[in-house]
């Protein structure tokens, strides 16, 4: 794999997804509609990936790729491919939050590798160099031309006082009882795949997820959090979250800091 191309590309198709996910956001109504599963998508959903499928079709024919809208991809079977979540955090989307990302990444013998994360209604853009070092870039963002970029890690936590941070619309018992073993400061909520990107830059030191998830709504977040030197793993072992499984669906898991002195189950 050309890992220069492959970043520009992810850079690039996650670019011209989140224009046209701001201009759908943008519009006075927009229609929503349920997939099989009961959850929601949109127009932005369904553009977006075109967008991206399509490019990344083009530039790597010889690449598995999965994508979250196009079921026909979810029965592919190997363990390095792209995934794609066009449209990470529809629910913020709908009710306007902005806390919302474009995924895309690549994943290399069950571990994600490289991937960008992009929030365009937030301006913020997180990415895996070809190095594998994860970058913070700074906007205004051009295509064709990489602005400057910040290298980002994770924070050494301090367990007496950490900063946690949940999911905005998935929120449970659970996940607060989990929480409550731990010493904390401060707690925030973030939606999509942005809560990784918060345990990347120091922003937070831990993120518990007792609740269904899908790779494509992982791999980019956490191949971001590794090349800022944290770690995604199971809940129920602390084993590292692996992917390209059956039916592409994780086990609960938790995102931290190394520092971060993990409580059992």
């Given at each position: 794999m050309?890992?220069?191309?492959?970043?520009?590309?992810?850079?690039?198709?996650?670019?011209?997804?989140?224009?046209?996910?701001?201009?759908?956001?943008?519009?006075?109504?927009?229609?929503?509609?349920?997939?099989?599963d009961?959850?929601?998508?949109?127009?932005?959903?369904?553009?977006?990936?075109?967008?991206?499928?399509?490019?990344?079709?083009?530039?790597?024919?010889?690449?598995?790729?999965?994508?979250?809208?196009?079921?026909?991809?979810?029965?592919?079977?190997?363990?390095?491919?792209?995934?794609?979540?066009?449209?990470?955090?529809?629910?913020?989307?709908?009710?306007?939050?902005?806390?919302?990302?474009?995924?895309?990444?690549?994943?290399?013998?069950?571990?994600?590798?490289?991937?960008?994360?992009y929030?365009?209604?937030k301006?913020?853009?997180?990415?895996?160099?070809?190095?594998?070092?994860?970058?913070?870039?700074?906007?205004?963002?051009?295509?064709?031309?990489?602005?400057?970029?910040?290298?980002?890690?994770?924070?050494?936590?301090?367990?007496?006082?950490?900063?946690?941070?949940?999911?905005?619309?998935?929120?449970?018992?659970?996940?607060?009882?989990?929480?409550?073993?731990?010493?904390?400061?401060?707690?925030?909520?973030?939606?999509?795949?942005?809560?990784?990107?918060?345990?990347?830059?120091?922003?937070?030191?831990?993120?518990?997820?007792?609740?269904?998830?899908?790779?494509?709504?992982?791999?980019?977040?956490?191949?971001?959090?590794?090349?800022?030197?944290?770690?995604?793993?199971?809940?129920?072992?602390?084993?590292?979250?692996?992917?390209?499984?059956?039916?592409?669906a994780?086990?609960?898991?938790?995102?931290?800091?190394?520092?971060?002195?993990?409580?059992?189950?």
């Amino acid at each position: 794999m050309d890992y220069d191309r492959l970043v520009q590309v992810m850079r690039r198709l996650s670019l011209e997804a989140g224009d046209k996910i701001m201009e759908i956001y943008g519009r006075d109504d927009f229609e929503v509609t349920s997939k099989s599963d009961n959850s929601p998508v949109t127009a932005a959903d369904k553009a977006a990936d075109k967008i991206i499928s399509d490019g990344l079709r083009v530039a790597f024919p010889d690449v598995m790729l999965v994508t979250e809208e196009q079921a026909a991809t979810h029965s592919a079977q190997g363990d390095t491919f792209l995934i794609v979540d066009p449209l990470d955090g529809t629910k913020e989307f709908i009710h306007r939050r902005g806390d919302f990302t474009v995924n895309i990444a690549l994943v290399e013998g069950g571990a994600p590798t490289r991937g960008v994360v992009y929030a365009p209604a937030k301006d913020r853009m997180f990415f895996t160099r070809a190095d594998s070092a994860s970058v913070e870039e700074m906007g205004p963002f051009d295509k064709d031309q990489l602005g400057a970029c910040k290298r980002i890690n994770v924070a050494q936590a301090d367990n007496a006082a950490l900063m946690v941070v949940a999911s905005k619309s998935h929120r449970d018992q659970a996940t607060d009882d989990y929480i409550g073993k731990y010493g904390v400061k401060d707690m925030t909520s973030a939606g999509s795949s942005l809560k990784f990107c918060l345990v990347a830059t120091g922003e937070a030191d831990l993120y518990p997820r007792l609740g269904r998830t899908m790779e494509w709504d992982t791999a980019a977040g956490d191949a971001v959090l590794r090349g800022a030197g944290g770690a995604v793993v199971r809940f129920d072992d602390h084993t590292p979250l692996t992917y390209g499984k059956t039916d592409f669906a994780n086990p609960f898991f938790i995102a931290h800091a190394p520092s971060v002195t993990l409580k059992p189950a």
